[in-house]
């Protein structure tokens, strides 16, 4: 399941556990393209995630999960501490070969990358 706690959109994974109309009975179909009407499906974002492990990222307090426009958005506003400075260009995570190497000076492995509950 995957849902943007920002602007609430979600993936296939978080689709299975919607409650469709009843009007649309069990067709799948019928669902499909029920779901497909739905402006906040959005299978196709990456979506962020905080979850039992460490991640190279921090997102802001109160905050599980965000989808990829989300995130860069609180990037953009530097809201989100990344582990790495060389990894994330405009938000989207850079593929290479070679490990990161510049850490962020903000960063603390201590207390990053983990969620951090609202307080
Ligand atoms: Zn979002």
């Known amino acids: 399941m995957a849902q943007c706690d920002e602007c609430g959109c979600f993936d296939d994974n978080e689709a299975e556990n919607i409650d469709y109309p ?13 779901l497909e009407d739905q402006e906040d499906y959005q ?30 958005d609180f990037l953009n506003q530097g809201k989100i501490i990344e582990k790495y400075l060389d990894h994330f260009i405009g938000g989207f995570l ?3 070969d070679k490990e990161p190497q510049k850490l962020n000076p903000k960063w603390n492995d201590e207390e990053m990358g983990w969620f951090m509950p609202l307080k």
Do not use: S
Not at 22 to 34: A, V
Not at 47 to 70: K, N, R, S, T, V
């Open 43 to 72: 299978p196709d974002r990456y979506y962020y995630w905080h979850g039992d492990i460490q991640e190279d990222y921090q997102m802001p307090a109160g905050y599980w999960c965000l989808c990829d426009e989300c995130f860069g």
């Open 94 to 96: 850079v593929y290479t």
């Open 22 to 34: 009843e009007i649309l009975g069990d067709d799948d179909e019928k669902q499909q393209e029920w």
